[in-house]
């Protein structure tokens, strides 16, 4: 077994110095009730709530510092026990990986667990018993803390405690991946360890993770140190008898673990496909953490976490995940915030389902009146019921109380009168996406605006200039793109037409923020970013077929990507008379560079299902109706071929959209692929992927980025 004590860790702590925002470990001796002696740690950075305390190389081995002084008072007699906590509304935010993905070598990375686990074993090794009092978020490398010691209380109010790290490519490689399972069972840990992360990141509240096992207690925010404390003394002093119903026992171990397991991998693989490699070496360390000793799990951890941060997906991944946290929080050419307008009233021109998605969105976030309009009070009227049943939903499953309910009932109404629109600062369309339809409902409502209203169009690929070519005023037409459904997608594209001036332009992204999306600002192009690039990958799925490659085998093709859905499941869930339309949008406007497929537009026009699907949701192939409505050649392509046409092309359009300016750069197309369209953190979205398989260089003989984003491996 590796000896930790004896490894030297001054190379990994070097590549940190420089930059580690250093959490100091401060320590003061608490006497309890009963007499014992408590130490606690706490960790602090000194920053203020914005700045999290994160575990660099010069933290953790401060922290093992402290823990060695304390065994040694403990083997003194001058200590009973040990606890750690956090600074206000903290315990800690993980490791720091600021620097993690500069790491230059595989030797360096394998260092970053064994300092984990030395130092984190410590906890164990006290000689008096250690306890967490978890009083904030934990993430990561943070609870692992928590499950490194021999006790655990949680704050009622901590908003997240997880183990995120599948969703950066990598996993819990402090002790987690045993630890966890083995205190709360094995189907508790894949929930926490892949499930979650897999779910958009998904974090756990107090109380969940109190029900499952991983606190032994739970206590109000305003006395939790104290109750802690008292807590802490009565298991000392035996007055407190710890229960964990949710550890497992033998029958589990020998019964139940392998087939969670095994369970687990065949839902991963029909849901995610087998290119991302974190989840299913996590797979590997849950089976394993069975059985064995700890020493040899932390070996095991040592080797996988190696093995992950020196590969291409984590350092895709990190780059991805600061896309979304911070360029999407400061969007590229977006102008000066202080030149947006007020929006204290919006219009709706719909009362569809995309038209009542936008009133329901836009009333619970801007919290103003909102009227959506259409040709008939029929329509209204449903439209108005469809978003009042939302609201009432809303308020049966708790995430409003009655009050707001009510109170957004009645900000919502609706009109036939494009009159009553008077008052509206901001109008957005979200009728059928014809440009002469667009114009028409634009020219009606204008009359009735001020001239510092807002006409915002939700157009997918039409020109936002001609949208507006015909108005008194088309400097205040913008596109503001939704992406289907708009509640839970976060991707808004803001379309800025060579007319549209500045005010108009900040006010959508102000509107933007306030309706918690991102939004990346593209030149009116056709398609903007996603559609524009979806076009080409379905294109080449439609031509693959065409010439008379089965489905399956189309579906198939694309994997290596590890893009959550294949060409036909996408199509089938955007609809394919809106991939039809898109399609004849790209095709009418670069017809030398975009493929145009006559059966696509037979299968958009039949009226039942166009695929069958399996109980993934995966696309199995044509339905009957489906086979007999197209035409198909007898001249089947190879998987790779289809898999290299896609890449290649995606590569010389990308290209092409930079040349152009249709945004800003590279990073601005993978943020909208990423929240727009799904790409996969593991791939960094489009252009490092384009990158590493040489799709970059057979295009146009060069790469996105300088250097490529990938591992330190070959």
């Not at 004590?5 to 309890?32: N, P």
């Not at 908003?159 to 819990?172: D, Q």
């Not at 939903?393 to 109404?413: F, W, Y």
């Amino acid at each position: 077994m590796t000896d930790y004590s004896k490894i030297d860790f001054s190379e990994l702590t070097a590549a940190f110095q420089d930059d580690e925002v250093v959490t100091h470990s401060y320590v003061r001796d608490i006497r309890l009730p009963s007499g014992n002696v408590l130490a606690l740690i706490t960790l602090d950075n000194g920053r203020d709530h914005t700045r999290p305390s994160t575990l660099g190389p010069v933290t953790m081995l401060e922290l093992g510092e402290r823990l060695d002084e304390l065994a040694t008072r403990a083997s003194a007699g001058e200590i009973d026990a040990v606890a750690i906590t956090g600074k206000p509304y903290f315990l800690a935010a993980g490791a720091d990986l600021s620097k993690v993905g500069e790491l230059t070598s595989r030797e360096i990375a394998l260092k970053m667990g064994q300092l984990g686990h030395y130092v984190y074993g410590k906890l164990g090794e006290l000689g008096v018993p250690s306890f967490c009092f978890v009083n904030g978020l934990a993430l990561g490398g943070g609870t692992e803390i928590a499950l490194n010691c021999d006790y655990r209380t949680v704050d009622a109010s901590a908003p997240a405690i997880a183990l995120p790290e599948v969703f950066l490519g990598l996993v819990p490689g402090w002790g987690g991946a045993y630890l966890l399972p083995n205190l709360i069972g094995i189907e508790n840990a894949l929930r926490v360890i892949i499930e979650n992360p897999l779910k958009n990141n998904r974090m756990l509240k107090a109380k969940d993770a109190y029900e499952l096992g991983m606190a032994d207690a739970m206590f109000p925010t305003v006395n939790f140190l104290e109750d802690s404390l008292t807590w802490a003394d009565g298991v000392l002093t035996g007055s407190v008898a710890v229960k964990r119903p949710n550890a497992p026992g033998k029958l589990e171990k020998l019964a139940k673990w392998d087939v969670a397991i095994s369970i687990a991998r065949k839902s991963l693989e029909g849901k995610i496909g087998t290119v991302a490699k974190a989840p299913y070496r996590a797979l590997d360390l849950l089976k394993a953490a069975k059985s064995g000793t700890k020493a040899e799990a932390f070996e095991r951890e040592d080797e996988v976490l190696a093995d992950l941060i020196s590969g291409d997906q984590f350092h895709a991944s990190i780059y991805a995940f600061n896309l979304v946290q911070k360029r999407a929080k400061k969007p590229a050419g977006a102008p000066d915030k202080e030149l947006a307008r007020k929006v204290t009233k919006v219009g709706i021109i719909g009362a569809g389902l995309m038209a009542s998605q936008f009133a329901l969105l836009f009333v619970r976030r801007l919290q103003v009146p909102v009227v959506i309009t259409d040709l008939d009070q029929a329509r209204v009227d449903k439209g108005l019921a469809y978003i009042r049943d939302e609201i009432g939903t809303l308020e049966q499953k708790g995430r409003i109380d009655g009050d707001e309910a009510n109170r957004l009932r009645a900000l919502v109404s609706g009109t036939t009168d494009k009159a009553d629109f008077a008052d509206c600062d901001w109008v957005i369309e979200a009728v059928f996406e014809d440009l002469a339809v667009k114009q028409q409902v634009f020219a009606e409502v204008e009359p009735h605006l001020a001239e510092t209203a807002i006409l915002a169009t939700n157009t997918s690929s039409l020109s936002v200039e001609q949208i507006g070519a015909k108005l008194a005023h088309p400097e205040r037409v913008v596109g503001f793109h939704f992406f289907n459904p708009v509640a839970v997608m976060p991707l808004l594209e803001i379309v800025k037409a060579p007319t549209t001036d500045d005010e108009t332009l900040a006010t959508a992204f102000a509107v933007a923020a306030k309706l918690k999306k991102s939004a990346v600002l593209t030149a009116d192009a056709p398609g903007f970013v996603v559609n524009r690039l979806l076009a080409k990958v379905m294109g080449e799925a439609a031509r693959a077929v065409d010439e008379g490659t089965p489905v399956p085998v189309v579906e198939q093709a694309l994997a290596p990507i590890g893009l959550p859905m294949g060409p036909f499941e996408l199509i089938d869930l955007v609809g394919w008379a809106v991939a039809a339309h898109v399609q004849d949008t790209m095709v009418r406007e670069f017809p030398a560079r975009f493929y145009s497929s006559e059966n696509l537009h037979a299968l958009a026009g039949l009226t039942g299902p166009v695929v069958e699907k399996d109980k993934h949701g995966k696309v199995t192939e044509f339905t009957k109706e489906a086979k007999k409505a197209i035409t198909v050649g007898r001249a089947p392509v190879d998987p790779s071929v289809i898999l290299q046409r896609v890449e290649d092309e995606l590569a010389r359009e990308i290209k092409l959209m930079l040349d152009e300016g249709v945004v800003a750069a590279a990073e601005d197309i993978d943020l909208c692929l990423i929240l727009g369209a799904g790409w996969p953190f593991q791939a960094g979205g489009a252009t490092p992927y384009l990158d590493r398989v040489g799709a970059s260089e057979r295009a146009f003989g060069d790469t996105f980025h300088h250097p490529p984003i990938r591992g330190v491996q070959a």
